[in-house]
């Protein structure tokens, strides 16, 4: 074995002595700024030395209720710690903490497989402060925030996710008693995979039907005690559970309940938007969908604090691996290349390092919205909402399907010990695919942005005055604009994009047109047609993407050679995605099939420029070992030592001789079974 490391080490050493550009200089900008890279950095060492935050058996041997067991001695002490960083410092943020243990994967070196205090945090709390008068938000998030009651958001029922106007749970007025009812009329009523439910939370934000005055009112939220404070007890009327084994999350403890007439006072309606009065009479908000904010909200963080960052983690793994694993012949009789050598290889990589950039600056511009518009809200505007939605919805949605086909092909990029546990990519693979269903699924967010653009198309003409600026493009859209010439600029790439978003957008409002005079009822013509309206949605958020980018590449604020790397990524990204759809590029935008050969020549000209950049550039990313918990990914290339010392972490290592062996083995070897 001698010798296996140190030619590793070199290598990866070697990839870094050839960098063009500064990696820590990169990093500042991936961190926002060299005063938030010093931050987390402060905050990983305070969390990350704590041997008590260590585990010594991996997860993966532990059962199904050790995992669990272990999670809530992790949550508390980790929490706890939290807790303790929050009364001493106040340099930092209390969101930029949390922020940075639930979404910047600090967590993740803790407890790998989540939390199950994490809905607290992101859902039930920001439900509290989007949907509670100010009294419920001093009451509530004051006990929850001093963690005196555990909390969850329990919306998704057994018959239903996606159709939240189908929930069957049912909340009735009873004004004699001034109180609500809840009840889960059938099974499928059943609130089925809030995070937490199962035996971490005693409270939960409740959405049910509501009923007052014999009229149904459509979801609302209610707060609603769940267990004893000190026995923690089902209340009667509370059918509680866990729901099982999952393809990931299994310490997040996802849990079921059901309501048997089950009383709670009027004001655990949450009633900063929509009012019940004493007497039952029902005051409605300006905007029924103000329900949905807490939606919004976690759309808005997934696509950084989970796409970004997931694959940010596969893409730095899988970098670092082929930078020292060696394998087969470029050229006859010449020694073993890297595997980032070859041009495939570096296609599976470079383009998801170039998504993360991507995905990071349309996050920022999203969390920006995201907060100008909840500003907006407060003060009883609610103009930007449908943009926000729309584009909330659309990044949400490619930010993760991205993600997700990238970090499998991170995994295939590392060979069989991909498929290991201890490369960490079926962690990191499960909690990425589990965020394309929840907070919305994929397809059918897609299908919200859509019906937004579609909107937006019959209404190009008349709003052009004020239309918002990410659908500037449709008003200034003319058809003939697919006749300039093509040429490979970035202003030109993107306004490829624009115009490949635009043309679709035509064709699909015009095909739904073109079926409802044929006849179609306008819901059917909507279905027949959905399809393409994925393909809208996707087209105008990459458009968008693209966009933001190179704007980002522009104003950035770094030196020549990091904005050099910058505009090669966006270059990449942009050539990629129009390569993948190149048809709709030759249909809709002004590429004509004589300048394809050009594009492809690009690509693999920007493969080649950034192969010498690749390490320098996940390194970037600075993700502390413990984090990344990779075999294959470690900072020190030492990738045959830890899969072997990994290995030898199995219990079935642990004795010579299994005693399955002399059990059964033996004497079925022996012809006595
Ligand atoms: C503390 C910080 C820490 C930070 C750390 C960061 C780290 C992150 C860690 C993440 C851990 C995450 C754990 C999360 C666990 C998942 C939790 C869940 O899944 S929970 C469960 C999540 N469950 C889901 O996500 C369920 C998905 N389903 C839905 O959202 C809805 O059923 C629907 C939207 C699909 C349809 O609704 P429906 O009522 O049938 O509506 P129609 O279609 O008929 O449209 C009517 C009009 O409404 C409009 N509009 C719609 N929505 C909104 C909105 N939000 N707003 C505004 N407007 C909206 C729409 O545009 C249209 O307008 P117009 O055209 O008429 O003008
Ligand atoms: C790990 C995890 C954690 C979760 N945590 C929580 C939580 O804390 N709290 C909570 O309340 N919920 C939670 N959920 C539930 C989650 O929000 C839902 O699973 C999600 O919204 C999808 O709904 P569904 O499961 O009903 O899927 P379905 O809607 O049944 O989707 C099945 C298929 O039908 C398609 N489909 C459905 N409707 C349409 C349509 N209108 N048009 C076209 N296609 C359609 C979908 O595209 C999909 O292909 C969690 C889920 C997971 C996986």
């Excluded at 100010?134 to 919306?155: D, K, P, V």
């Excluded at 590449?553 to 030196?559: D, I, N, Q």
Aim: overall charge negative; glycine content about 6%; aromatic content about 10%.
């Amino acid at each position: 074995m001698v010798g296996i490391s140190d030619k590793c080490t070199e290598d990866i050493a070697r990839e870094r002595k050839k960098c063009s550009f500064s990696s820590t200089e990169l990093t500042h900008f991936w961190d926002g700024g060299v005063e938030l890279t010093k931050r987390r950095k402060l905050l990983e060492n305070y969390f990350l030395s704590d041997p008590e935050l260590k585990s010594s058996v991996p997860l993966e041997y532990l059962s199904h209720k050790e995992k669990y067991e272990r999670s809530i001695k992790l949550s508390c002490l980790f929490f706890k710690k939290i807790s303790n960083w929050l009364e001493h410092n106040d340099t930092i943020s209390a969101m930029e903490v949390y922020q940075s243990v639930l979404g910047g994967s600090l967590g993740s070196a803790v407890l790998k497989d989540g939390f199950p205090f994490a809905v607290h945090y992101v859902m039930f709390i920001p439900t509290i402060i989007g949907q509670g008068t100010m009294a419920q938000q001093a009451h509530w998030i004051s006990r929850a925030w001093n963690l005196e009651i555990m909390c969850t958001y329990a919306q998704t029922e057994l018959g239903h996710g996606t159709f939240i106007r189908g929930l069957e749970t049912t909340s009735t007025y009873d004004p004699d008693t001034e109180e609500f009812v809840l009840h889960s009329p059938t099974l499928t009523s059943y609130k089925w995979w809030p995070g937490g439910l199962g035996h971490t939370c005693n409270y939960a934000v409740v959405l049910a039907q509501l009923y007052t005055k014999g009229q149904c009112h459509g979801i609302h939220p209610f707060v609603v005690q769940l267990r004893d404070e000190e026995t923690w007890m089902p209340l009667p009327g509370i059918k509680i559970g866990e729901i099982g084994c999952k393809l990931g999350f299994n310490t997040v403890n996802n849990g079921y309940l059901g309501f048997d007439h089950v009383r709670i006072p009027r004001d655990r309606l949450l009633m900063k938007n929509n009012k019940v009065l004493k007497d039952g009479t029902y005051v409605k908000s300006q905007n029924d969908k103000l329900t949905y904010g807490t939606m919004i909200f976690v759309r808005v963080i997934v696509v950084r604090g989970v796409a970004a960052s997931n694959l940010a983690k596969a893409v730095t793994i899988a970098t670092r691996y082929s930078a020292v694993r060696r394998q087969s012949e470029l050229k006859p009789g010449e020694p073993e290349p890297q595997i980032m050598e070859f041009q495939t290889q570096q296609y599976k990589l470079f383009p998801a390092i170039a998504t993360v950039f991507a995905i990071k600056s349309s996050a920022t511009w999203l969390w920006d919205v995201y907060n100008s518009v909840t500003k907006d809200l407060d003060q009883g505007d609610l103009d930007k909402l449908p943009e926000l939605h729309a584009m909330a919805c659309c990044l949400k949605a490619i930010s993760t399907s991205d993600a997700n086909q990238m970090i499998e092909t991170c995994r295939f990029a590392c060979g069989g010990h991909g498929y290991m546990t201890s490369s960490n990519f079926p962690t990191i693979y499960s909690s990425l695919t589990a965020a394309v269903t929840y907070e919305g699924e994929n397809t059918v967010l897609l299908l919200q942005t859509a019906r937004y653009l579609v909107k937006a198309w019959s209404q190009r003409d008349v709003t052009s005055a004020t239309i918002t600026a990410t659908l500037k493009y449709l008003s200034d859209f003319r058809p003939s604009d697919i006749y300039q010439p093509w040429s490979l600029t970035m202003s030109n790439l993107a306004e490829a994009f624009r115009l490949v978003a635009a043309g679709k957008i035509k064709y699909c409002s015009e095909h739904i047109d073109y079926l409802i005079q044929k006849g179609y009822t306008s819901e059917d013509a909507w279905n027949a047609t959905s399809i393409q309206l994925t393909q809208i949605a996707e087209a105008h958020c990459r458009a968008f993407i693209v966009d933001t980018f190179v704007k980002e590449t522009e104003v950035a604020v770094v030196s020549e050679p990091v904005r050099k790397v910058l505009v090669q990524l966006c270059e990449l990204y942009s050539v990629y995605w129009l390569l993948k759809n190149v048809g709709d590029f030759l249909v809709y935008s002004h590429l004509k099939i004589s300048d394809v050969d050009a594009v492809n020549e690009r690509l693999a000209e920007l493969l080649a420029a950034i192969r010498p950049n690749a390490v320098g550039i996940v390194d970037s990313f600075d993700f502390h070992d413990d984090i990344l918990d990779s075999a294959l990914g470690a900072y020190d290339g030492r990738v045959y030592e830890r899969i072997f010392e990994a290995a030898n972490k199995s219990p079935l290592n642990a004795e010579p001789v299994n005693e399955s062996f002399h059990k059964y083995l033996k004497p079925f070897l022996k012809g006595q079974m």
